[in-house]
């Protein structure tokens, strides 16, 4: 019996941390899938990223200089309405999310990253936050800040 449990012990040793990073990866394809999603007018993909909720919300200052801020998913899915429903063919954008700070807490975690976007129009980086909440063993996005184009972006970090 004691053999057993010390089996168990040595098992879930190597097991659970292997869980975190597989949380890890959903978390960041989330994320990137959001954004494909959003730039590629697939409206389903996008929408599956997001949690249908009231309490999602979603901050940014957009490309034109213009800033957002939408609270609940009703109002979310109206706003973005015609980005899905355009006739213009969608432009194809290459995405890169870099510098990852992940903290996890249960089936809630917090992510600040680097985005560069390149398309038709150039380059557009921003500093994003997202909020995301596992539900029915998915991560969905709960809440978002994007920061793009700053002219004199500083950042200060932990480490």
Known sequence: MKKLLILCVVMAGTVLPGWGQNDQVAIKKVLYDETEGFFKRDKE???DCWAH???IYFAA?????????IKGWDNMEKQFKSQFNSSRP???VSIYNTNYEIHQ???????WYDQMLIDSHG??????SRVVEKIGGKWKIIHVCALTNLANQTAQSGK
């Open 45 to 47: 993909k996008w929408a």
């Open 90 to 92: 969608a432009d194809s």
């Open 123 to 128: 380059k557009t980086t921003s500093k994003e």
């Open 105 to 111: 807490n249960g089936k809630m975690a917090f992510v």
């Open 53 to 55: 909720t009231p309490y």
């Open 61 to 69: 200052n957009l490309y034109g200089g213009d800033f957002t801020l």
